[in-house]
C-alpha cells in the first residue's frame, strides 16, 4: 500500500498494523513530514534528514516510507552501491576540470531528493571524495535524507587522515536535520512466526532446503557464471544457489557480485560457516620505503589489530545485506550459533546490524 505522506504511513501502521508506538520514531517521522512537505510545496532551500540509531530502530522504513510517497524525482540506494557508482563515475570524469563538481551537477539535473540507507564510511578513499561531495551536492540543491548507525560527528572517527572527511560532516550538520532514533527495542526482534534459516552444525539441513526449493528444476554442481566471476556452487538450480562459505566469501568478490546473485537467485544456501569471532592478530607498524628497518617515529602509523577472518566477514556483511535489502531467503548452517557468529574483533560494530538482519531472516514475514 502506498501513501501519500510518511506520516500518513507511519499512523496507518500503528494503528492498523501492530507496530509498537515508538517517541523516537514519532520525532523521526515528523522530521520527514515536514520535509516531505517543504518538497511539495517548492519552497527553498529544503532541510534534509539524517536518522541514526541502534540496529533494529525502524530508520530504514521510515526513510522507504518518504521515499515511497514522493512526487518529485528521486533515488534511493543503500550507500556502498552509491559509492561504487561514484567511482565508475569519477573514473568516467577523468580529465573534466573538478570532477566531483561534474557529478553533483549531473546529479542534480536528475533528481531532487537522494535516499541513502546505511550511511558508513571506514575507507579512506571513500573519506576524501564525501568530504567535498557532500559540499557540492548541497551546493547544487540536492536534498539529502539517509539512515545511519552512528551520529554525523562519529563518522569515520579515528580514520587515518579523519580532517579531510570533516568538511562533509560540517556539511550534513549544516544541511540535515540530525535526528536520534534510538528507541530502547529492536523492532525487528517482535514476535512473529518464526521458520527456520539457520542451523549449527547440520550439513544435511541445507541438502533438504535446497531439495524442496528446487523440486522440478534443471539442478546443476561445480562453477556458474556470475557477471564476469566465476563460484563454485555446492549446487544450483534455476532459482536456488547453494555455496559453501570459503567458495563465497574467501574469494575476492565484490558488493557487486552479491546485486548479480540476488538478482539470479530468489534463495541463497550457505554452508559450512566458520566461527567468525577468530583472535585478533597484533597491530603492525607501517613504514615508507625510505624509512628503512629502523623505526622513524615522525613517519609511522600503526595499522589496525585484524582477525584472520575480517576480509571474508566483510563480504558476509555485504552478502547479507544484499538479501536483506532485496527479501531473498538466506538459509545458514555454521559451526556455531547466531549469537555466537561473531563476538570478536575490527568489524564487531557493523557486525551488529548484520546480527539483527539474520535474526529477522528467521521469521516468515521475511520475504513477503
Keep these: 500500500m502506498t501513501f501519500d505522506s510518511p506520516l500518513t504511513a507511519y499512523q496507518y501502521a500503528i494503528a492498523q498494523q501492530g507496530f509498537v508506538a515508538d517517541d523516537a520514531q514519532r520525532r523521526a517521522a515528523g522530521a520527514l513530514q515536514a520535509c516531505h512537505e517543504a518538497l511539495h510545496q517548492g519552497r527553498s532551500p529544503i532541510t534534509g534528514v539524517y ?28 550507500f556502498h552501491h ?34 541513502f540507507d546505511e550511511l558508513f564510511v571506514n575507507d579512506i578513499g571513500d573519506a576524501i571524495i564525501l568530504g567535498r561531495l557532500f559540499q557540492v551536492m548541497f551546493e547544487e540543491g540536492v536534498v539529502m535524507v539517509c539512515t545511519s548507525n552512528q551520529p554525523p560527528e562519529q563518522l569515520y572517527a579515528e580514520g587515518f587522515n579523519r580532517e579531510r572527511f570533516l568538511p562533509g560532516i ?68 534455476d532459482t536456488v544457489l547453494w555455496c559453501r562459505y570459503a567458495d563465497l566469501c574467501e574469494q575476492p568478490l565484490a558488493a557487486m557480485d552479491f546485486m548479480l546473485l540476488c538478482d539470479r537467485f530468489k534463495a541463497i544456501l550457505l554452508g559450512e560457516v566458520p ?18 628497518a629502523q623505526r622513524v617515529v615522525a613517519g609511522d602509523r ?5 582477525s584472520v577472518h575480517d576480509d571474508s566477514v566483510r563480504r558476509f556483511i555485504a552478502l547479507v545485506d544484499e538479501c536483506y535489502d532485496r527479501k531473498v531467503p538466506l538459509f545458514i548452517e555454521a559451526k556455531v550459533p547466531l549469537d555466537s557468529l561473531y563476538t570478536e574483533g575490527y568489524l564487531e560494530f557493523p557486525f551488529r546490524r548484520t546480527l539483527s538482519r539474520l535474526q529477522e531472516m528467521q521469521l516468515q514475514r521475511f520475504g513477503e
Excluded at 51 to 78: C, E, I
Excluded at 277 to 288: C, D, H, T, W, Y
Design 51 to 78: 536518522l541514526w540509531g541502534p540496529v533494529g530502530r525502524g530508520k530504514t522504513w521510515l526513510m522507504d516510507q518518504f521515499y515511497q510517497s514522493l512526487r518529485v524525482p528521486a533515488r534511493r540506494q543503500h
Design 82 to 115: 552509491f559509492m561504487g557508482w561514484v567511482h565508475q563515475r569519477l573514473f568516467q570524469l577523468t580529465g573534466t576540470q573538478d570532477p566531483l563538481q561534474a557529478l553533483a551537477r549531473e546529479l542534480s539535473r536528475e533528481v531532487r531528493v537522494l535516499c
Design 170 to 237: 560540517e556539511a550534513i550538520k549544516q544541511h540535515m536535520q540530525v535526528v536520534a532514533v534510538a528507541g530502547g527495542e529492536d523492532h525487528r526482534l517482535h514476535p512473529g512466526v518464526g521458520v527456520q534459516r539457520y542451523w549449527v552444525d547440520h550439513p544435511d539441513a541445507l541438502a533438504a532446503v535446497f531439495k524442496q526449493l528446487s523440486a522440478g528444476q534443471t539442478v546443476s554442481s561445480g562453477a556458474i557464471s556470475v557477471g564476469h566471476r566465476s563460484i563454485v556452487a555446492v549446487q544450483a538450480s
Design 275 to 292: 566461527n567468525l569471532s577468530a583472535q585478533k592478530r597484533p597491530g603492525r607498524i607501517a613504514r615508507g620505503t625510505e624509512d628503512g
Design 302 to 306: 600503526e595499522l589496525p589489530e585484524l
